[in-house]
């Protein structure tokens, strides 16, 4: 018996689900409104409109996964009414201005964005317990460089131990610094200087687990209720409190986004080279430097402008040590 021959006739085809035919146009959603994430949970969204409204929302399937991060403005449809129970569709997300980014270590190249559109970085560390960590300070600080963004370092229990010295170098860079504790008989002061600051602008609290983020968001939102944790004695780390990053209004206008205890905060994305920009002064040096330049090597411009001003002699050395400081940060994981 001879092998039959097969031809297209013994193509299987599966039958169609629909008869409705199906067409590219896709809907223009020109009723859809503007509002601002606050969370992002599980598959749910929750957004604030101009008008106050609070709304929970999904992603639509086109937008694909982790598409929407607390501080986007997205675009609206469906019950965008806030009633208990409904559920609206986020369909656009609107340009960022910027975002604050992280890989999971210098050697990964997938980009997690964590925040967007921020006007300030709230760095905060404690001066001891746990011991403020130079490396992460500064990888926060090459981020809020690169992406235009305020940096502030807060430096909380103050009151256990003076502020260490390398943090006040970094006021070189001009990057403010404030100092509070818990325990002060001028904490109200405290707060209400750091809600001055914080007035009108998007702001984000970044840290290692422990460090006191929680228990300034409760001073600063009290009715945020967020959870506190202790420094664990023997690892000299905090307990993770924060599981997801919220924005939460303040009294006078603008945001705070709260974000959980960061140990890991890789830089394999970002072209540092970006950060020098940031100073206009210094930035306008390194372009008579040789191509390539690493700005440390002994051939680099802002050597001899350094020296070439003996009465600003000493501030342009701080200046350049701490941005050079920035450049070479090192490869970590939990440093």
């Given amino acids: 018996m001879s092998p039959r021959e097969y031809d297209e006739s013994d193509a299987r085809i599966r039958p169609s689900r629909t008869t409705r035919r199906r067409t590219k146009d896709r809907p223009s959603h020109s009723d859809s409104i503007t509002a601002f994430v606050t969370t992002v949970d599980r598959g749910r969204t929750t957004c604030v409109t101009d008008d106050g409204v609070v709304i929970t929302a999904m992603k639509a399937r ?3 996964p982790k598409s929407v991060v607390v ?16 559920l609206a569709r986020i369909v656009t997300v609107n340009e960022r201005t910027n975002s604050l980014s992280r890989t999971v270590d ?8 964590i925040v967007a559109n921020i006007d300030q970085l709230l760095i905060v560390v404690a001066s001891a317990n746990p011991e403020p960590r130079r490396g992460l300070i500064d990888r926060f600080l090459v981020s809020a460089f690169h992406e235009s963004i305020k940096p502030i370092i807060v430096v909380t229990k103050v009151d256990v131990s003076p502020v260490p010295d390398f943090i006040k170098e970094y006021a070189a860079l001009g990057v403010d610094i404030i100092t ?5 008989e001028d904490r109200a002061k405290d707060v209400a200087g750091i809600l001055e600051i914080l007035d009108e602008k998007i702001s ?3 840290g290692h687990s422990g460090v006191g983020k929680s228990t300034l968001i409760n001073d600063l939102v009290p009715e945020a209720d967020r959870m506190t944790g202790d420094v664990n004695d023997v690892t000299g780390r905090g307990r993770h409190t924060s599981s997801s990053a919220i924005a939460l209004p303040l009294v006078n206008g603008g945001w705070i986004i709260d974000t959980p205890g960061i140990r890991a905060f890789g830089l394999a994305h970002l072209n540092k080279e970006r ?4 100073f206009p002064d210094i930035y306008q040096v390194t372009q008579t430097c040789m191509p390539n330049c690493s700005h440390h090597e002994a051939s680099c411009a802002l050597n001899p402008w350094i020296d070439s001003d003996a009465a600003l002699h000493d501030e342009r ?9 920035l450049l070479e940060v090192k490869p970590l994981t939990d440093e």
């Fill in 71 to 86: 501080g986007d403005l997205v675009e609206i449809v469906g019950d965008v009414t806030g009633t208990e129970g409904t």
């Fill in 204 to 206: 984000v609290l970044v």
């Fill in 106 to 113: 210098d050697a990964a190249r997938v980009e997690r964005t």
């Fill in 275 to 278: 950060i020098i920009e940031s």
């Fill in 317 to 325: 050395l701080i200046r350049v040590t701490s941005l050079r400081s």
């Fill in 180 to 184: 509070t504790s818990s325990k002060s």
């Fill in 62 to 64: 086109e937008l694909g």
